[in-house]
Nanobody
Framework: VQLVESGGGSVQAGESLRLSCATSGFTLDDYAIAWFRQAPGKEREGVSSFRTKDGSIYHADSVKGRFTIFSLSGENTVYLQMNNLKPEDTAVYYC?????????????????????WGQGTQVTVSS
């Protein structure tokens, strides 16, 4: 399982960014894929997760209505579209994958339930 993030950068508040997570070594339909973020001095936070197999999608309350997680048919890349970015969105963003089905809704955005991780990409939002 390999995950490689890209698309991070520095933007002004209110602008948009699209992060990409290129996946390989596994069948995307069989895994839950999630985006997490970690700001300096803070714990890693689940942002958005989904599974193409059953259409399950979950977002943290802090990003609902602004962030979208999706993949395109025929591609092995998962995207995180981030609109109306805020300074508090500044963090290193990580892509993660989990093979096991989740028993509880909270598990979808819990880093402890994801075994595979990318290297991260920095997102900086200035006010």
């Amino acid at each position: 399982v390999q995950l490689v993030e890209s698309g991070g950068g520095s933007v002004q508040a209110g602008e948009s960014l699209r992060l990409s997570c290129a996946t390989s070594g596994f069948t995307l339909d069989d895994y839950a894929i999630a985006w997490f973020r970690q700001a300096p001095g803070k714990e890693r936070e689940g942002v958005s997760s989904f599974r193409t197999k059953d259409g399950s999608i979950y977002h943290a309350d802090s990003v609902k209505g602004r962030f979208t997680i999706f993949s395109l048919s025929g591609e092995n890349t998962v995207y995180l579209q981030m609109n109306n970015l805020k300074p508090e969105d500044t963090a290193v963003y990580y892509c993660a994958a989990a093979r096991q089905p989740f028993k509880h809704r909270a598990n979808w955005l819990d880093a402890a339930h994801y075994a595979h991780w990318g290297q991260g990409t920095q997102v900086t939002v200035s006010s």
